[in-house]
Every structure is written in C-alpha cells, then in structure tokens.
C-alpha cells in the first residue's frame, strides 16, 4: 500500500490524519511551511519543495490544506503535487456515508458524519467536511469545499473552486457558479453567478468578497 504524505499542518490536517488513523492507513509524514502539531504517527519532513524529492510510484499525497473562503490556494497546492507526477489519495471517513452508487473523483475527501448519496458526482481535490450532506444526484466541481453542516440539495450543481460555508443550504435544482462563495449559514434559492459572495437568509449578493479571499 503506498505512503500517504499530507500536504499542510493545521486544523485540517489533524481532521485528515484522524480520518486516516481510522482507515488505518499508512502515512509518511508532512510538508508544510513550518512543523505542524500532528504527532509522532505523521513527523515534520520539510517545506513543500521536499515533495519533489519522493518517488510518484512510492507515495500518494494528500492535501491537508482548508479553506474558510477562497479555495484558490488548496487549488494551486493540488495542482502543483500532479503537476509534479504525483496522484492524491481520495479519503473517506469510515464514519461517513457515500453511497454506492456515487462517484467520487481523485483526491476527493469526505470526512466524519457527512453523506454523499446516489447519483452524486464529486470532482477531484473535492473536500466534503464533517457532518455536511450531498444529496442524490448533485454534481460538486473541482476543487470545492462543502463545509461542516451544510446541505447541498438533490439535482443541485457547485461549479468548481466554490465554497459553500459552514451550515448553508442549497436547494434543489439551483447552480451555484465557479469560484463563488456561499456564506456560513446562507440558504441559497436562486441560481449564484460565478465568482460572487451571497450570504444570508434567502442568500443575496455582496459582493466578490474582500478580507479572507484570493
Ligand atoms: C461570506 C464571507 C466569506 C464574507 O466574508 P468577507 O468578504 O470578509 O465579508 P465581511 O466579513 O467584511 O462582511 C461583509 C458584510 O456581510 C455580512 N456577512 C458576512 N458573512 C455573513 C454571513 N455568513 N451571513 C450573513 N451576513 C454575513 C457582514 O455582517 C457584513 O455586513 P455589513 O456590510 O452590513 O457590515 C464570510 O463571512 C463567511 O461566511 N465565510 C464562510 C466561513 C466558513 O464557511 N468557514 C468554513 C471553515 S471549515
């Protein structure tokens, strides 16, 4: 079985190391700017440049990086690891529920307490956090983040690089466009356009965001 190598040290690492200790599968350690808090069981090997060093045939990477908004960086991080010869580990959390009959891409990671059911199709470098639901049929773009709590309805589409934050709804049949961000606790009913910020109750426009976004 190859070596995991996680690339970040923070909060979502330590949620991706526990969802591995679970699994039981076997990680090298990570890379990050500086040391992460992560323990004996995933050691500090050094900066992002260290990927390089390791052998594509050898270790899959796992990309360890959150987002509270933008996902452009966890982006750039993945994109750098494949385009550098490697393949990312998809990572499914033995306490989260995807459905046989979902497809999940490359990379893609589902984490503790969420639901992915039939018919979903989840794109590469996809993070599906804790507790968060996707419902049958949903199409979720590369490179997004489903964040803890929120619900995305049957049917619905999330472009890629979008960020559905904390708690959000999004109702059935409704798309939510490319690199967009739906804010934490936001109940979307509309169709959201591409690159923009909705937050609220029904969710209305704000903006392209300001503080916090690439
Ligand atoms: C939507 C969001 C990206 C906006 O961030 P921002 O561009 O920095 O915007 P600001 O904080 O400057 O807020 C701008 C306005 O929107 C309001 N606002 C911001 N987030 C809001 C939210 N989630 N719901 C309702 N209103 C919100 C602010 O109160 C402010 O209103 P005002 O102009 O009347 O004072 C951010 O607040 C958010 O919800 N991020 C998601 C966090 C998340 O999901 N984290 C996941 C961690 S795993």
Redesign the pocket.
Known sequence: MAELVLLGGGGHARSILAALRAEGRPVRGHLAPQPGDLGEACPYLGDDDVLSTFDPEEVLFVNAL?S??STAVRRVLYERAVALGFRAARVVHPRAFVDSGARLAEGVQVLAGAIVNVGAVVEENVLI?SGSVVEHDALIGAHSHV??GAIIAGGTRIGAGA?V??GARVIQGVTVGSGS?V????VVIDDVPSGA?V??VPARE?GS?????A
């Open positions: 959150g509270t908004s956090n964040s803890p960020h934050g904390l961000v804010g934490a606790g936001a910020v937050v609220g704000i965001g300001k503080k916090g976004r």
